[in-house]
């Protein structure tokens, strides 16, 4: 059974950063594309940034240069490192998995934890 649990949330000011940690389980993730997304309140989820088994990356333009995904294989665990964080950030940020390369839809999700910028 696959799990995803997010870490590393929580209540920060603008300009400050924080680190974003998931833990995945159940499986060899390896060769999976590992991903964040974010929700704001009353809209979609979309996605922040992914990540291949081969190192490749994407970024939501509204993060580049701010915002950076790493895996670590070994402990299969995938990071986001945000900095230069903005009020427009706050969001509950899901971790989400998928064997397939770059996935149109993430077969696997976590629970979610909760980042808020404060102005």
């Known amino acids: 059974q696959v799990q995803l649990v997010e870490s590393g949330g929580g209540l920060v000011q603008a300009g400050g950063s924080l680190r974003l940690s998931c833990a995945a389980s159940?499986?060899?993730?390896?060769?999976?594309?590992m991903a964040w997304y974010r929700q704001h309140p009353g809209k979609q989820r979309e996605l922040v940034a992914a990540?291949?088994?081969?190192?490749?990356?994407n970024y939501a333009d509204s993060v580049k240069g701010r915002f950076t995904i790493s895996s670590d294989n070994a402990k299969n665990t995938v990071l986001l490192q945000m900095s230069g964080l903005k009020p427009e950030d706050t969001a509950v940020y899901y971790c989400?998995?998928?064997?397939?390369?770059?996935?149109?839809?993430?077969?696997?999700w976590g629970q979610g934890t909760q980042v808020t910028v404060s102005s």
């Open positions: 990540i291949t088994y081969d190192g490749s990356t």
């Open positions: 989400a998995a998928d064997p397939v390369f770059w996935p149109r839809e993430y077969r696997y």
């Open positions: 159940g499986r060899n993730f390896s060769r999976w594309t």
